[in-house]
C-alpha cells in the first residue's frame, strides 16, 4: 500500500505574517500595518475606520488606541470584531473576525514607545472624539507640547492603550486580474483550523 501522504495545513498566522511581510517589504506605504477596524456600534450599525497593527504576538495582531475612544467603548460592549486589509502591490486581500480584549500595562507601552513623537504629543494633549471647541487652541497646545518634550522620553498616558485580536476566522484573498480570485477561509475549531476554498 502506498504511504499516506500527509499534507500539513498552513497554519492562517503564519500566512497572515508572511504575506504582512512580503507587503511591507514591497511596499512604499509608511503604513502598511493599516487596516480597517469593524466593530459592532452601539446603535447596532457596524462602525469602521482605520488602524494600524504595531504588533503581532501569536495567536495576536495588536494596536494601539486610547481606551475611552469611540472603538474602546464599542469593543467593551461587544468584543467582536473585523480587520480587513487591502495590499494593492500584492494584489492580495485578508479578511479577519475575532475577539479583542484590552493590552495589558506593558505591551501597551511597547505599543506606545513605538509610535512617533508628534502622535505620541497628540495622545498627551487630545481626548480622542471628544467635542472640540477650537482647533486654534489645540494647535497651540500641540506646538507648546511638542517644543517642550521634542527631546524628552514621554510616557505613556495612562487613557493610551489597545487591544489584541485572536482571530477566529480568516478569509486569505488573492486577486486576479480575471477576476477569478483565489479564496482560502480558515475557521477555527476546537482541534485546530479547517481550511476550504470557497468561489470568488
Ligand atoms: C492609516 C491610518 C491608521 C490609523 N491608525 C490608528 C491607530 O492605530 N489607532 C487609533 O486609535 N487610530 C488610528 N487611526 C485613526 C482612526 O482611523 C480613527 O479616526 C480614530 O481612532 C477614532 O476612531 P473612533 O472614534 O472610532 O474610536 C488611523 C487612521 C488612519 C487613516
Known sequence: MKDLEVQEQPVPFMVFAHWLHEHTSKSRSNYTGACVL???GMDGYPNARNVSIKL??????????????????EIKAS???????????????????????????????FVFEKRNKGSQVVSLISEQGANLPSWEILQERYRVMFNELKDERIERPEHWKGFKVEPIRYEFMEFRKTRLHYRRVFHKKKDGWEMKMIQP
Do not use: C, H
Request: no cysteine.
Open 38 to 40: 469593524s466593530t459592532v
Open 56 to 73: 503581532l504576538e501569536y495567536p495576536y495582531l495588536i494596536f494601539g488606541t486610547p481606551i475611552n475612544s469611540l472603538k474602546s467603548i
Open 79 to 109: 468584543k467582536k470584531v473585523a480587520l480587513t486589509f487591502w495590499w494593492e502591490e500584492s494584489m492580495r486581500q485578508i479578511r479577519i473576525q475575532g475577539i479583542a480584549s484590552e493590552l495589558d500595562e506593558e505591551t501597551a507601552d
